[in-house]
């Protein structure tokens, strides 16, 4: 894979929420309803199916999303579990229970304790898993991450990462050890509000988190995920950025596919609360936004939202579930939870979610990738 383009430094800009806002709030009912029915969306165009104006003609965006979700992607729905490796972490993000403050026990699993997690959820049925750790590069850094590669990529037909943001060496040797995706998500794209969350440690360098995607998907990276958290900025701005940098990141690394996670808050150790509400109605705007404006992007919904929500959201826009997903090291082979990143909203195990979605008249897809595809 080349990796002749090198990311230095940030080239997305971030335009000002406030000056964002302005142009979201202005759109009107008539200018939504010309919007959806362009085959080709402007980003002026995906400001005005994020606004308060749109709200109205929810339905209609919701048709015109299944119809997009149902035309690039057929009747499945791919299925992923996470795995966490790590619970430590240098950063102190005030909305986050690995936050290095918290007091709550941590693990990292050694990499023979990580293969026999993978192995539990290898036997359960899962055939993508996504690596998870907190950012402590001194315990979870990029040589123990290699070697858990090494060790997994034979079993699983797609192994992600979302670990801390690393530099694109790190990210080449990682790929050449079998991981083939990285998720990072922004968090926040306001720079104010992203100041204020983010209290200690490297992730309060916002442009290096920004460069981040750029630096994974030069490095040769088959897929890039990229995400806000809800519930920290205002989330018609958030989306209106998400497809500004998506857009962006297609201009620069149209070989790369784009997935875009949705991740609202959760309770979680510590005390903070979430900063704005983002109802399960603004988070379906959300959803049906970005389908409309980018059909080919792969929309994922975790195990955050709970199981009446995410039943009801099959085919009208998303295309990926994980299932049976514990958030503390080790959680898989022990009862003991204790040390979760946060608490899931959707208990179920996989073989209950993917009954669901055959009820409803969909494949779930365990595998979509081989590596022989790699080549
Ligand atoms: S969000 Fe990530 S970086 Fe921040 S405290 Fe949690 S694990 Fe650490």
Request: aromatic share 10%; proline share 4%; with cysteine.
């Amino acid at each position: 894979m080349s990796t002749a383009f090198r990311v230095q430094s940030s080239e997305f800009l971030v335009p000002d929420f406030q000056d964002l806002q302005g142009q979201i709030c202005e759109a009107t009912k008539d200018q939504v309803a010309t919007a959806l029915k362009k085959p080709i969306l402007s980003l002026i165009d995906l400001a005005a199916i994020l606004s308060p104006a749109a709200e109205e003609l929810l339905p209609r965006m919701a048709a015109r999303s299944r119809e997009l979700t149902a035309m690039r992607f057929g009747r499945t729905t791919q299925i992923y579990a996470p795995l966490y490796l790590s619970s430590y972490c240098v950063n102190r993000c005030a909305y986050c229970g690995f936050a290095a403050d918290n007091k709550i026990p941590r693990r990292k699993l050694t990499a023979h304790e990580a293969e026999q997690e993978a192995e539990i959820l290898r036997e359960r049925g899962f055939q993508h898993i996504l690596l998870v750790t907190g950012e402590a590069p001194a315990k979870a850094g990029i040589d123990y991450l290699e070697e858990v590669a090494l060790r997994l990529k034979n079993k699983f037909a797609a192994l992600s990462i979302e670990v801390q943001p690393l530099e694109q060496d790190e990210y080449e040797r990682l790929f050449k050890a079998g991981i083939t995706a990285v998720a990072v998500y922004q968090e926040t794209y306001d720079r104010r509000v992203y100041d204020q969350v983010h209290l200690a440690g490297k992730k309060c360098d916002y442009d290096f988190r920004l460069d981040t995607p750029a630096r994974a998907a030069a490095a040769g990276m088959r897929e890039i995920g990229i995400g806000a958290l809800l519930g920290l900025a205002d989330w018609r701005c958030e989306g209106l950025v998400l497809g500004m940098h998506l857009a962006w990141l297609r201009k620069h690394f149209w070989k790369t596919n784009f997935t875009v996670s949705f991740p609202r808050l959760r309770p979680a150790a510590g005390e903070f609360e979430p900063m704005v509400e983002v109802s399960e109605k603004h988070l379906s705007q959300l959803i049906f936004a970005l389908r409309i404006f980018d059909p080919d992007v792969g929309l994922i919904l975790s195990t955050r939202e709970e199981a009446r929500y995410r039943d009801g959201m099959l085919g009208l826009g998303p295309t990926r579930y994980s299932a049976g997903s514990c958030t503390a090291p080790g959680g898989y082979s022990s009862d003991d939870h204790d040390g979760e990143q946060f608490s899931v909203g959707d208990h179920r195990s996989i073989t209950e979610v993917c009954s669901v979605i055959a009820d409803k008249g969909f494949d779930p897809v365990c595998k979509d990738w081989d590596k022989e595809f790699q080549m």
